[in-house]
C-alpha cells in the first residue's frame, strides 16, 4: 500500500534562517505531488504541484521555492523565513493518470518567530 | 474557474441526531466533488467522492453526501453523529482546465458535536 511521509513534524525556526521541508511517498511511481499551506486551521493554500522530476509549478509567488530530485520526493524550502510563512504545510499525492482523490501527509507545524 | 463554497463555519449537532454539513459548487462542465475530514494538528483524511453515477454516495465512517446538480450542491450527510465526529470538515472540486488533479478547496466547516 501507499504512504506519505512528512518531516519534521514540527519546526520552530528564527526570521531570516533558511527552511527545508521534506515529502516522501511510498508504494507508487510516478506520482503527482502538491505542497499546501493551511493558515489558522482553515483554508488550504495550494503553493506547487509537481508532475514529475524537477517539474515545478507555482502556484502563487512567495518567499518559498520547491523541488523534485526524485521521482518520490518533493521538497519545499526556503532562503530566508518571514513571519507570514508560520502555517501548518500539507504535502499530497494523486496517481498519475485517472480521477483518484488526493492523499495527504501528516504535515508540518512551522512557527516562524 | 471552479469554486466550492462552505456557507456555515461551524455546525454544532447533539449525538445522535443526524448531520448536515453544507457544500455548494461553481464548475464548467460536469463537477468532480469531494469531503475530507481534519483532526487538530493532522493531515486530510479523504471521506467520498463524486465522479459520476448515483446521486447519494456513500464514504467512510457512515458518512454520505448527495450530489445534487439542480442546486449545484454536494452536502455531507450522517444518519447519526458521534462525538468523535467532532473535526474540521472540506469540500472540494476537481480543476479540470489545469491538465492534472487540482482541487479547489472551501474554506472548511467545523462540526463539534456534543455528547
Known amino acids: 500500500s501507499q504512504t506519505i511521509h512528512q518531516w519534521p513534524a514540527t519546526l520552530v525556526q528564527p526570521v531570516g534562517s533558511p527552511l527545508s521541508l521534506e515529502c516522501t511517498v511510498e508504494?507508487?511511481?510516478?506520482?503527482?505531488l502538491y505542497w499546501y499551506r493551511q493558515a489558522a486551521g482553515r483554508g488550504l493554500q495550494l503553493l506547487f504541484y509537481s508532475v514529475g522530476i524537477g517539474q515545478i509549478s507555482s502556484e502563487v509567488p512567495q518567499n518559498l521555492s520547491a523541488s523534485r530530485p526524485q521521482d518520490r520526493q518533493f521538497i519545499l524550502s526556503s532562503k530566508k523565513l518571514l513571519l507570514s510563512d508560520s502555517g501548518f504545510y500539507l504535502c499530497?499525492?494523486?496517481?498519475?493518470?485517472?480521477?483518484?482523490?488526493?492523499?495527504f501527509g501528516p504535515g508540518t507545524r512551522l512557527t516562524v518567530l | 474557474a471552479q469554486s466550492v463554497a462552505q456557507p456555515e463555519d461551524q455546525v454544532n449537532v447533539a449525538e445522535g441526531n443526524p448531520l448536515t454539513v453544507k457544500c455548494t459548487y461553481s464548475v464548467s462542465g460536469n463537477p468532480y466533488l469531494f469531503w475530507y475530514v481534519q483532526y487538530p494538528n493532522r493531515g486530510l483524511q479523504f471521506l467520498l467522492k463524486?465522479?459520476?453515477?448515483?446521486?447519494l454516495v456513500k464514504g467512510s465512517y457512515g458518512f454520505e453526501a448527495e450530489f445534487n446538480k439542480s442546486q449545484t450542491s454536494f452536502h455531507l450527510k450522517k444518519p447519526s453523529a458521534l462525538v468523535s465526529d467532532s473535526a474540521l470538515y472540506f469540500c472540494?472540486?476537481?480543476?479540470?482546465?489545469?491538465?492534472?488533479?487540482?482541487?479547489?478547496f472551501g474554506t472548511g466547516t467545523r462540526l463539534l458535536v456534543s455528547p
Open positions: 499530497a499525492w494523486t496517481p498519475g493518470l485517472g480521477d483518484s482523490e488526493q492523499f
Open positions: 472540494a472540486v476537481r480543476d479540470h482546465y489545469t491538465g492534472f488533479q487540482k482541487l479547489v
Open positions: 463524486y465522479i459520476t453515477g448515483d446521486n
Open positions: 508504494g507508487t511511481s510516478n506520482p503527482n
